[in-house]
């Protein structure tokens, strides 16, 4: 429901107060249309822009100041996350007259349900491959950007960027248990709580992937790239 169209529904609805609720701590994505709706590279830049401040509302007027564009175009796109409930309503106020919607995220992380790929129909498959498209995308502007900030200033910095990219063969108890451990590892150092953010913190972004390689190999196992 964007801001012109909460007119209307404030107009002739109950009146009643929105239920306050809290992003999940992860959302499960198992069907074919919510796939498509972060597919998106508007929709989902909506999304990573809200999950940076989940315990605050946004309107479509600060979600446009955020990305630098302006409001008239991420309507649809509001409208399509909220559909698949990807955000929600968190409450509304009158501005000059008009019923003004805020939205908050309704998880705080995405995942794709196995059952979903598996055997998966051209459909899902160009979807899957749009999302890693915009995600690979942001993430190599966001390396880029961070690099020419200057922030990066010698091998000892503490801030020095970690690049790796590499390929080892791992029996798949092996690898399930390094996934574990990742997990872990990410739990410790992340946190979804802003009071939990210590003084002085500043934004790392990362990206973590672990995947079967699709071909046969013999390379060396202990072969890596840093």
Known sequence: ??????????????????????PLAERVISDVETLKAISDPVRLRILETMVTAADEAWTVKRLAKALGTN???????????????????????????????SYRISAMS?????????????????????????????????????????????????LRELLVRGLTMLHPDRAAELRRRLRELLEEFDTDDPSKVEP??????????????PESTTTNPEASND
Do not use: C, W
């Not at 429901?1 to 809290?22: C, K, L, Y």
């Not at 309507?75 to 996350?81: D, E, G, P």
């Not at 059952?115 to 498209?133: F, I, K, P, T």
């Open 110 to 158: 995405i995942r794709l349900d196995r059952s979903l790929l598996s055997g998966a129909g051209a459909d899902v498959r160009s979807s899957v491959h749009d999302v890693l498209a915009v995600v690979f995308d942001s993430v190599r502007d966001e390396i880029e950007r961070g690099l020419a900030s200057g922030m990066v200033k010698s091998e000892d910095d503490p």
């Open 200 to 213: 002085g913190a500043v934004p790392f972004g990362y990206l973590l992937a672990i995947y079967p390689f």
């Open 1 to 22: 429901m964007n801001d012109q169209a909460a007119v209307s529904a404030a107009t002739t609805g109950s009146g009643e107060d929105i239920e306050p609720f809290e």
């Open 71 to 101: 409001t008239t175009k991420l309507y649809h796109h509001i409208n399509i996350l909220e559909e698949r409930d990807l955000i929600r309503v968190a409450g509304t106020r009158v501005v000059s007259g008009i019923i003004e919607t």
